[in-house]
């Protein structure tokens, strides 16, 4: 079982930067591959960014073309940690966005994760 809360979202102008955070518990966290997801209003759930396990502490990290080069997604296993990175921000960027965590399977699709955070609302004004 893992629990997974999300923080870090606010109101930003345009252009400005955010950094969330999800904490996860559960001592099986390192295996987890982890995801961002954000679902606007009327919106479909969306891909973000997503990391896979590699083996030992290696992993590699996907990202959405609507956010590559804007986002960084990062880890901290030593602290039961990821984090979304988002600079230059945009209206459209506003959502809920998620974190979520899967014990296997591809990275970009929501059906694939077996946890979910609660979201944390980020809205970007023009």
């Known amino acids: 079982q893992v629990q997974l809360v999300e923080s870090g979202g606010g109101l930003v102008q345009a252009g400005g930067s955010l950094r969330l955070s999800c904490a996860a518990s559960?001592?099986?966290?390192?295996?987890?591959?982890m995801g961002w997801f954000r679902q606007a209003l009327g919106k479909e759930r969306e891909f973000l960014a997503a990391?896979?396990?590699?083996?030992?502490?290696?992993?590699?990290?996907d990202y959405a073309d609507s956010v590559k080069g804007r986002f960084t997604m990062s880890r901290d296993n030593a602290k039961n940690a990821v984090y979304l990175q988002m600079n230059s921000l945009k209206p459209e960027d506003t959502a809920v966005y998620y974190c979520?965590?899967?014990?296997?399977?591809?990275?970009?699709?929501?059906?694939?994760?077996?946890?979910w955070g609660q979201g944390t609302q980020v809205t970007v004004s023009s």
């Open positions: 559960g001592r099986t966290f390192i295996s987890y591959g």
């Open positions: 979520a965590a899967r014990a296997g399977g591809g990275p970009y699709y929501a059906s694939l994760y077996d946890y």
């Open positions: 990391t896979t396990w590699s083996g030992g502490s290696v992993y590699y990290v």
